[in-house]
């Protein structure tokens, strides 16, 4: 890597790092100021006094009370205090621990050995080549040349697409932990992300907004590859899966919809699976499939939950292998 | 076929690191501006709308505006074309078309030539404005 990129990394990484310490501070400023708007004002002496008045004896002083819900900025707003402070002092001193005790090896070592220090990431690909052999496949694939003409920015949006899937995967399973798939609690566990998981509305926003841009950009990458002819002999096999990758995306458009189970969610599914029913011949079959039954109910979160969480992205994962290999095996078509 | 990879240094740059730097910005980017999406969300979160009550239909039901355009076709096909019911004749087609933009590569493997390239850029405009004033229409009726 030249010097001019390695610094454009590392601008890159901090205004990625600096995001995301916006993103804590505004977690933090949203939360201060929920709790105030619930106590009308915050209070800091009504705090230090919570705090500080404990049962003097019984079993509630034994066994201290559950906390209600955890929270990153007690330790600022001065309640709850001995929640993430073990963690983060165990963290720092930690840290600092382990680079005075590597320092002191690695000095004793170099002074030892007589030798040059080798640095821990030379060895441990050693350790793992040395095991695995890896290293001549990996750096085949690595090495492959990208020609000059697959440089332009049109050129990403299937990249994009697929990172934007990593990111739907990522927020979706966080989503997943506190998302109840049932008629009854669908709804609540939404409000309960939405208002009471830390970062729980900031992860909705994603997963809602991602979901919009990755249907977005799978459109734009099939309109460029087949206005750029890229669909052409030998890519056939290419084409036809990444139109199924349309297909599944907008599948899970689809599924995930329902998923709030509120009024729009209800309504707009009732309309997709009529559509679906409208088909000549399996129209009957499609509709119950997906509704598991003649209406939508409970029953239909549940299959549209499965589908969305479990099968389709499966399905999108081999899919999407496939896509990619074909990519790499047949590498970028040249434009006129 | 042709061989698909140009052998020459100077037509190309490496796979890694070269390239894979620029796809590591793209990916910086997409992630800094999720975190903003992120904050928004904190800010002001997506929300919902009542709870789903099968009892109580709202007057304007509309799908996800990835399927409107769909949605806005069947919505004003005639319900009897020559005897045939209308939304079955709608899907059948839409069904069609994409099985026949599925197989396209297999009906258009000639050679490609600057021309077909021009007129290929003219059917994806036509189409994507047709799918947009759709789109728009069913949004707005």
Known sequence: MTDSSRKKSIVGLIVMFVAGILLIATAIHVQAMSTAAQAGKFNWPLAEEALTAQPASGPAATIPPPKQEPCLSCHITGENKNLWTPLVRWLVFGTFGLIFAFGVYRSASVWTQRKPWKPLTVRAATWVDERYQISEPLSKILKKPVPKYALHWWYCLGGITAFLFVVQGLTGIMLAFYYKPTAAEAYASIQFIENEVRFGAAIRMIHHWAANAMIVMCIAHMLRVFIMGAFKPPRELNWISGVLLLILTLAFGFTGYLLPWDQRAFWATTVGTQIAGAIPAIGNLALVFLRVGWNVSEATLGRFYGLHIIVIPLATVAFMLVHFMMVRRLGVKKPL | ?141
Do not use: C
């Not at chain 2, 100077?10 to 980017?29: A, C, L, Q, R, W």
């Open chain 2, 1 to 141: 076929m042709t061989t698909p990879h140009p052998e020459t240094e100077k037509d190309s740059i490496p796979f890694y690191p070269d390239h894979v730097k620029t796809e590591f910005f793209v990916v910086v980017g997409i992630v800094v501006l999720a975190i903003i999406v992120g904050i928004l969300g904190l800010l002001s979160p997506v929300g919902l709308q009542a709870p789903a009550d099968p009892l109580n239909t709202p007057l304007h039901v509309k799908p996800e505006w990835y399927f409107l355009f769909l949605y806005q076709i069947l919505k004003i096909i005639p319900p009897n074309i020559l005897g045939i019911e209308g939304t079955a004749l709608g899907v059948v087609s839409v069904i069609v078309a994409l099985i026949i933009v599925m197989l396209w590569p297999f009906f258009d493997k000639k050679e490609d030539t600057k021309k077909a390239m021009w007129i290929r850029v003219a059917v994806t405009i036509l189409g994507l404005i047709l799918v947009i004033a759709l789109t728009i229409w069913g949004e707005v009726s």
